[in-house]
């Protein structure tokens, strides 16, 4: 049985738009509903971040908005915990609020270029997907709404060092 079964079948209420107006932690954990997406909402929610990003961007030095994603961090514990304890499944595959603070971390590291920014992309869906250890470790020891947010912490911070190494080249 795949991991998307196992959490279909667990699942105690089926999330849809519906869902997502009930509570504003859910509209924030499924990422403005792009966790809905049938098909890699993981994605979908990493892409969420880049519009977040180039608005925040115009208004401030990225440093600034690196120290912005600590509250969103915390933030999203909570917003994890409330959503995944809701649908009674922790790490449901449509909450996506973890991609979207880690890929506004990455993006804080990537050159402002088209190609800086699809590789911040690249290397951080890679990360997140593969789950190199000890990113593996922490999704699968670390539950609940810091699990979550955890291990794409970690899978932003495998991104970052890659990212500092070819933006020179960039």
Same mark, same amino acid.
């Given at each position: 049985?795949?991991?998307?079964?196992?959490?279909?079948?667990?699942?105690?209420?089926?999330?849809?738009?519906?869902?997502?107006?009930?509570?504003?932690?859910?509209?924030?954990?499924?990422?403005?509903?792009?966790?809905?997406?049938?098909?890699?909402?993981?994605?979908?929610?990493?892409?969420?971040?880049?519009?977040?990003?180039?608005?925040?961007?115009?208004?401030?030095?990225?440093?600034?908005?690196?120290?912005?994603?600590?509250?969103?961090?915390?933030?999203?514990?909570?917003?994890?915990?409330?959503?995944?304890?809701?649908?009674?499944?922790?790490?449901?595959?449509?909450?996506?609020?973890?991609?979207?603070?880690?890929?506004?971390?990455?993006?804080?590291?990537?050159?402002?270029?088209? %190609? *800086?920014?699809? !590789?911040?992309?690249?290397?951080?869906?890679? +990360?997140? @997907? #593969?789950?190199?250890?000890?990113?593996?470790? $922490?999704?699968?020891?670390?539950?609940?709404? %810091? *699990?979550?947010? !955890?291990?794409?912490?970690?899978?932003?911070? +495998?991104? @970052? #060092?890659?990212?500092?190494?070819?933006?020179? $080249?960039?």
């Amino acid at each position: 049985m795949s991991a998307a079964t196992k959490q279909s079948t667990s699942l105690k209420i089926a999330p849809d738009w519906a869902f997502l107006r009930q509570n504003p932690a859910h509209m924030l954990a499924f990422g403005f509903g792009a966790g809905l997406a049938k098909k890699a909402p993981g994605t979908w929610g990493t892409l969420v971040a880049l519009p977040i990003f180039a608005l925040l961007q115009i208004m401030l030095p990225n440093p600034v908005i690196f120290s912005f994603c600590i509250p969103l961090f915390a933030l999203g514990i909570w917003v994890c915990e409330v959503t995944g304890r809701t649908l009674g499944v922790s790490d449901y595959g449509g909450i996506v609020f973890d991609e979207i603070v880690a890929m506004l971390m990455v993006l804080c590291f990537a050159p402002a270029t088209p %190609l *800086g920014w699809l !590789l911040a992309f690249v290397l951080f869906r890679f +990360f997140d @997907i #593969v789950k190199p250890w000890p990113i593996r470790w $922490f999704d699968q020891q670390v539950k609940g709404g %810091l *699990g979550v947010m !955890l291990d794409d912490l970690i899978a932003a911070v +495998f991104a @970052i #060092v890659p990212l500092l190494l070819f933006s020179a $080249f960039l």
